[in-house]
């Protein structure tokens, strides 16, 4: 089975910051990688598809990249918004989630 | 718009069943591959099965398998989790997923709780 690892597991950042999370697979997964952004309370959204997708609606201030095992997630100008848990999840392979990184304020 | 509405949820005790369903509007259900995904209190995400746009071909995730089964009703715009053996591990919230590009749309989700 493919294990997905996001680091860190909590990031706390300031309204204005540019934060990058990580996320990687036990083995190659190309491009097959998803990112989502869960709010207390709230359905996961999908943010971002095939590694660096930015889904239909979600502000360019996301943005994904990477190829093989090893991706990452950046927000480029932290809004108050978007304090949340981010999930990677790979779809090459069956499907799994990484375990989440929570994005507090600092 | 895109809808996925769950029901069946609720309490039931360890070793019991329940069924839940979805219901589907707002796209061509019978399209789309749909996924199941469960969340326990305060924890991550994790995938449970899947089935294909014609409901013949299924997948679980191991934790399930042989004790869950996924089906459809692309009549009804309905497809269904028949969960059997039910265990305190089970309870979750679980998620009816539409699997377009990646998982674009999720239910609201729907509780279970397995416990005495």
């Known amino acids: 089975d493919i294990q997905m690892t996001q680091s860190p597991f909590t990031l706390s950042a300031s309204v204005g910051d540019r934060v990058t999370i990580t996320c990687r697979a036990s083995?190659?997964?190309?491009?097959?990688l998803a990112w989502y952004q869960q709010k207390p309370g709230e359905v996961p959204k999908l943010l971002i598809y095939?590694?660096?997708n930015l889904q239909s609606g979600v502000p360019r201030r996301f943005s994904g990249s990477g190829f093989g095992t090893e991706f990452t997630l950046t927000i480029s100008s932290l809004q108050p918004d978007d304090f949340a848990t981010y999930y990677c999840?790979?779809?090459?392979?069956?499907?799994?989630f990484g375990q989440g990184t929570k994005l507090e304020i600092k | 718009e895109v809808q996925l509405v769950e029901s069946g949820g609720g309490l039931v005790q360890p070793g019991g069943s329940l069924r839940l369903s979805c219901a589907a509007s707002?796209?061509?259900?019978?399209?789309?591959?749909m996924h199941w995904v469960r969340q326990a209190p305060g924890e991550g995400l994790v995938w449970v099965s899947r089935?294909?746009?014609?409901?013949?071909?299924?997948m679980y995730a191991d934790s399930v398998k042989g004790r869950f089964t996924m089906s459809r009703d692309n009549a009804k715009n309905t497809m269904y989790l028949q969960m059997n053996s039910l265990r305190a591990e089970d309870t979750a919230v679980f998620y009816c997923?539409?699997?377009?590009?990646?998982?674009?749309?999720w239910g609201q989700g729907i509780l279970i709780t397995v416990s005495s």
């Open positions: 999840q790979q779809y090459n392979e069956y499907y799994t």
């Open positions: 083995q190659t997964i190309y491009d097959w």
């Open positions: 095939k590694a660096s």
């Open positions: 707002g796209f061509t259900f019978s399209d789309y591959w």
């Open positions: 089935i294909s746009s014609d409901g013949t071909n299924t």
């Open positions: 997923v539409r699997y377009g590009i990646a998982f674009d749309y």
